[in-house]
């Protein structure tokens, strides 16, 4: 079992910035891929970026690209998204998430074996 705790959302006013953090344990956490994904109010949750077990790759959608940067640090066993240029339409519960390292490096969520419990992220207009 992995255990994933986010942390650092927040209200935050558009152009602003915040950095969430995701600390793991109960695993070696390089074992994992790390992700990130979102969920509004009424909609289906979403993959926002995504990075190897090694750091070595990461991946992005789209909308977040130039805003948004995925990283981790495997000493702390922790997880970051920093997020820049906020905008009104990326509020969301933010959920960080890990898959087994032999899986397929994507932002499938169905490849995605452990969930944090997700924080809340406000950007007002």
């Known amino acids: 079992q992995v255990q994933l705790v986010e942390s650092g959302g927040g209200l935050v006013q558009a152009g602003g910035s915040l950095r969430l953090s995701c600390a793991a344990s109960g695993r070696t956490f390089s074992n994992y891929h790390m992700g990130w994904f979102r969920q509004a109010p009424g909609k289906e949750r979403e993959f926002v970026a995504a990075?190897?077990?090694?750091?070595?790759?990461?991946y992005n959608v789209a909308s977040v690209k130039g805003r948004f940067t995925i990283s981790r640090d495997n000493a702390k066993n922790t997880v970051y998204l920093q997020m820049n240029s906020l905008l009104p339409e990326d509020t969301a519960v933010y959920y960080c998430?890990?898959?087994?390292?032999?899986?397929?490096?994507?932002?499938?969520?169905?490849?995605?074996?452990?969930w944090g419990q997700g924080t809340q992220v406000t950007v007002s207009s």
């Open positions: 998430a890990a898959a087994q390292r032999w899986r397929y490096f994507s932002g499938d969520r169905n490849e995605y074996d452990y």
């Open positions: 990075i190897s077990y090694s750091g070595g790759r990461t």
